[in-house]
């Protein structure tokens, strides 16, 4: 029997690199999974790499009655939920500064003055509606018999990185979200926990970490010299978090955790 065959997973944001190979490795022991994705073509091209224990579903994680519709097909073809992955989240240009701290020079620079009041808003409901709405829907199907919930965080809900405010913002957000689910849902025997994950390349951030030419950016260089293993993770790098998170042997008394995969990232003062 393998580990998660009596698991029925929701995984929103499941379009993307990291959690498409989170539905890859878990359908893999044996669980039903449900990328759940805005970019339905991305979602399906994954679950039918997958196959029949796939499905792929077109939903909007800011609109609670997709959310629900969502659900509701999950329902028909699998079950109840039991495990839910919020990995829909993001950032956004209209949130970010070109400069890194404020300058007297602001001709032509997007600085914190120049950053949108409907940016803001947008990279918050990313993070932090869709997964207080996604889990208001899909966590109903485990009150009674247990769960097993995982946000993503990040490094910026450690410490705020330069440049993205309301990202890093909304991850200490999710930090925060995470431990107050695994208090309010203990009595019901639901797990929430959370992975932090480093610095990836992802579609999102390749054009800030590396040049048309390939050369990496100065911001790379930064990160690397920042992280202690001196090199970017690899998705693979979170499956063996992930993987035990999910089994209820394993980490069954894990819960209200935030856990940083990072290379030492996190644990580095810089001297």
């Not at 932090?128 to 769960?147: H, N, P, R």
């Not at 090199?231 to 993987?243: H, N, P, R």
Request: glycine share 8%.
């Amino acid at each position: 029997m393998k580990k998660l065959e009596n698991k029925v997973i929701a995984i929103t944001g499941a379009g993307g690199i990291i959690c498409s190979e989170f539905a890859k490795a878990l359908a893999k022991e044996g669980a039903k999974v449900a990328l759940l994705d805005i970019n339905y073509d991305a979602a399906k091209q994954y679950a039918d790499e997958i196959g029949d224990n796939a499905i792929a579903i077109r939903c909007n994680c800011l609109d609670k009655e997709s959310i629900i519709e969502a659900k509701n097909i999950i329902n028909e073809s699998f079950g109840n939920v039991n495990f839910l992955i919020n990995g829909a989240g993001g950032n956004n240009p209209r949130a970010s500064t070109d400069n890194e701290t404020m300058t007297s020079d602001l001709e032509g620079v997007k600085d914190f003055f120049a950053l949108e009041e409907s940016g803001l808003k947008f990279v918050f409901d990313l993070n932090i509606t869709s997964a207080f709405l996604v889990t208001q829907v899909f966590a109903q199907d485990m009150i009674k018999t247990g769960g097993n919930i995982i946000n993503i965080s990040s490094m910026n809900a450690y410490r705020p990185l330069t440049k993205i405010p309301a990202y890093s913002a909304a991850k200490a957000g999710i930090s925060n979200f995470t431990q107050w689910l695994a208090v309010h849902f203990a009595p019901c025997n639901i797990r929430c926990n959370a992975i932090a994950p480093g610095f990836f390349v992802t579609n999102q951030n390749r054009s800030l970490l590396f040049n048309e030419d390939g050369t990496p950016t100065a911001r790379t260089g930064k990160i690397l010299a920042a992280t202690p293993m001196k090199k970017f993770g690899e998705i693979s790098d979170l499956i063996g978090t992930l993987m035990w998170l999910a089994d209820d042997n394993a980490s069954g008394f894990v819960t209200g955790t935030v856990i940083p995969v990072d290379g030492g990232f996190s644990a580095y003062s810089g001297v």
